[in-house]
């Protein structure tokens, strides 16, 4: 039987290390400090930024939510990071993406102080990841290099292969992989033979945003499976083929007219040796490490040791 990664257990183990860093600082000097920025009133974006202000409530960490309306500039949002970068009290600004089309997101996120840059976007911090120099590091990759790290999966001299090369999953991901010694295969729209690509991975990770693209087929025995992919299904007959070895969630899809798939077909995975499922894998870890670049921040700025 293969080993399920529990997101959610490592996402607790996290959090519980976090939360005494928290009571010291807030002890010696201060709370930690993040502040979100929602543009406009894209409802799935309002939703996580809800889940991540409620995490700093839970932790005891200080955030702010600074709403600009959807007709914002680039202009007026560079202003407003600039009076966040200034603020003492804030360690994080965290601008939730999307932003709406007139919005240049580049140079948003190139406005954005450094040390406060806790998503990691800044090019200060991709320099710093890419020469493996300590720095926030993108919160998803992060979070499924925390998971391996914790389940004991070896990574040095493993052959690692990344399918999708987006600057917040796929290319961090290779880079923080190489920088654990694993040899990386980065996989894209372009790839020739995926299948043959994905055969060859002792650590295989998904993250195209396609339910189940990847077959049992394409994954070599005892591999390990990290699916970073989060999709919805609502078509009846393609969750009846996802979902078969799955009976109460195909139940549960019945009954509420969708359920979440990640990148890999969900019921071809008994000869591997690990995966993580969805939902209940990766995505638990993101919103934790968000949590741990603050504190992280918090503790640099106010000088803990
Ligand atoms: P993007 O859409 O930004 O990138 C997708 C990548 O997949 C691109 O590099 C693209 O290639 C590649 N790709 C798309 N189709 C194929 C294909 N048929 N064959 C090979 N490669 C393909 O997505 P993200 O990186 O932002 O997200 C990926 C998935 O991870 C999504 O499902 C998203 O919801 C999920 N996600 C989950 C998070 C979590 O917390 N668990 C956090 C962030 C994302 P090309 O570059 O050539 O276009």
Same mark, same amino acid.
Request: aromatic residues 4%; charged residues 20%; glycine residues 8%.
């Given at each position: 039987?293969?080993?399920?990664?529990?997101?959610?257990?490592?996402?607790? %183990? $996290?959090?519980? %290390?976090?939360?005494?860093?928290?009571?010291?600082?807030?002890?010696?000097?201060?709370?930690?400090?993040?502040? &979100? *920025?929602? &543009?406009?009133?894209?409802?799935?974006?309002? $939703?996580?930024?809800?889940?991540?202000?409620?995490?700093?409530?839970?932790?005891?960490?200080?955030?702010?939510?600074?709403?600009?309306?959807?007709?914002?500039?680039?202009? %007026?949002?560079?202003?407003?990071?600039?009076?966040?970068?200034?603020?003492?009290?804030?360690?994080?600004?965290?601008?939730?993406? @999307?932003?709406?089309?007139? &919005?240049?997101?580049?140079?948003?996120?190139?406005?954005?102080? @450094?040390?406060?840059?806790?998503?990691?976007?800044?090019?200060?911090?991709?320099?710093?990841?890419?020469?493996?120099?300590?720095?926030?590091?993108?919160?998803?990759?992060?979070?499924?290099?925390?998971?391996?790290?914790?389940?004991?999966?070896?990574?040095?001299?493993?052959?690692?292969? &990344?399918?999708?090369?987006?600057?917040?999953?796929?290319? @961090?991901?290779?880079?923080?992989?190489?920088?654990?010694?694993?040899?990386?295969?980065?996989?894209?729209?372009?790839?020739?033979?995926?299948?043959?690509?994905?055969?060859?991975?002792?650590?295989?990770?998904?993250?195209?945003?396609?339910?189940?693209? *990847?077959?049992?087929?394409?994954?070599? @025995?005892?591999?390990?499976?990290?699916?970073?992919?989060?999709?919805?299904?609502?078509?009846?007959?393609?969750?009846?083929?996802?979902?078969?070895?799955?009976?109460?969630?195909?139940?549960?899809?019945?009954?509420?007219?969708?359920?979440?798939?990640?990148?890999?077909?969900?019921? %071809?995975?008994?000869?591997?040796?690990?995966?993580?499922?969805?939902?209940?894998?990766?995505?638990?870890?993101?919103?934790?490490?968000?949590?741990?670049?603050?504190?992280?921040?918090?503790?640099?700025?106010?000088?803990?040791?």
């Amino acid at each position: 039987m293969p080993k399920i990664l529990d997101g959610k257990w490592v996402r607790g %183990e $996290i959090l519980n %290390e976090l939360a005494p860093r928290v009571q010291k600082l807030t002890a010696a000097k201060r709370p930690p400090g993040l502040a &979100v *920025v929602l &543009v406009g009133d894209n409802p799935a974006s309002a $939703i996580y930024v809800r889940n991540k202000v409620q995490a700093c409530r839970e932790l005891g960490i200080h955030s702010e939510k600074f709403t600009p309306p959807e007709s914002v500039t680039t202009a %007026e949002l560079i202003a407003l990071i600039q009076q966040l970068n200034a603020r003492p009290d804030l360690d994080g600004i965290l601008v939730q993406m @999307p932003l709406p089309p007139q &919005v240049d997101s580049q140079t948003v996120i190139a406005a954005l102080s @450094p040390e406060k840059d806790v998503d990691g976007f800044h090019p200060f911090n991709t320099g710093a990841l890419v020469a493996n120099r300590p720095g926030p590091r993108p919160c998803t990759p992060a979070g499924v290099i925390e998971l391996l790290r914790r389940y004991g999966i070896p990574l040095r001299g493993k052959r690692a292969v &990344v399918l999708g090369r987006s600057d917040i999953v796929g290319k @961090p991901m290779a880079m923080m992989l190489l920088h654990q010694h694993a040899t990386v295969t980065i996989c894209h729209s372009n790839t020739q033979d995926l299948p043959g690509e994905c055969l060859r991975a002792d650590i295989l990770v998904a993250a195209i945003g396609r339910a189940a693209f *990847v077959r049992g087929s394409w994954i070599r @025995p005892g591999a390990t499976v990290i699916d970073v992919g989060i999709n919805r299904v609502t078509d009846a007959r393609l969750a009846a083929d996802l979902l078969r070895n799955a009976p109460d969630r195909l139940a549960a899809f019945h009954k509420n007219g969708s359920t979440l798939v990640g990148d890999v077909h969900p019921s %071809e995975l008994e000869h591997v040796y690990a995966y993580t499922p969805v939902p209940g894998g990766v995505g638990p870890l993101t919103i934790a490490m968000l949590m741990a670049n603050t504190v992280a921040s918090a503790e640099r700025r106010l000088g803990a040791d």
